[in-house]
């Protein structure tokens, strides 16, 4: 079950709310109210405070930086590709086009899985298409997916030399 799923049930408990009764109150169909709580269908946080206020109750909402548990290899590749990132622009991405298509279709030759040759495919489009704000956003990101398209990165040898091991001594530093 979904935590706003849990919220929303653990309000209702404590009001004393019946799912038939907070349908009435709020113009939710009481199919749906089931269906939020158990956790078939997801419940926004607009959706949520909507019912929550209905019962006398506001969502707030706690919104905190979090540092990301990454393996030591994907800390350094996230590092590498963030010092990178502050050189890439339109007119440097121009530039790096041979590279990037060369280090495209080694990539492309010698990746195993489904997955992996996914997001060469999606690196392709991202340079393709000059995309710079999607480049800069998997080579930044902490996500899930821009860690996993970092695998498969086409943007090995384009950061200068003294800045590479600049961001290897930090990471040594810091391990």
Excluded at 32 to 40: E, P, V
Excluded at 50 to 72: A, D, K, Q
Excluded at 107 to 132: A, F, M, Y
Aim: net charge positive; charged share 30%; glycine share 6%.
């Amino acid at each position: 079950m979904t935590t706003r799923g849990n919220l929303l049930r653990q309000v209702m408990s404590d009001t004393g709310t019946t799912q038939m009764m907070l349908s009435r109150i709020s113009g939710v169909h009481q199919p749906s109210i089931s269906q939020f709580l158990s956790g078939k269908v997801d419940l926004s946080d607009d959706q949520l405070d909507r019912l929550l206020s209905c019962m006398g109750h506001r969502l707030e909402v706690v919104r905190r930086p979090v540092i990301p548990e990454l393996t030591h290899s994907e800390r350094r590749s996230w590092r590498l590709h963030r010092q990178l990132s502050t050189h890439l622009t339109r007119e440097r991405l121009h530039e790096w086009i041979p590279t990037l298509e060369r280090n495209l279709e080694r990539e492309r030759t010698s990746v195993r899985g489904q997955r992996h040759l996914t997001n060469v495919d999606r690196w392709q489009s991202l340079i393709d298409e000059r995309d710079v704000l999607g480049l800069r956003r998997v080579m930044t990101g902490l996500d899930r997916d821009s860690i996993e398209m970092r695998e498969v990165s086409p943007m090995g040898g384009l950061l200068p030399e003294s800045e590479r091991l600049e961001v290897l001594r930090d990471l040594r530093r810091a391990a």
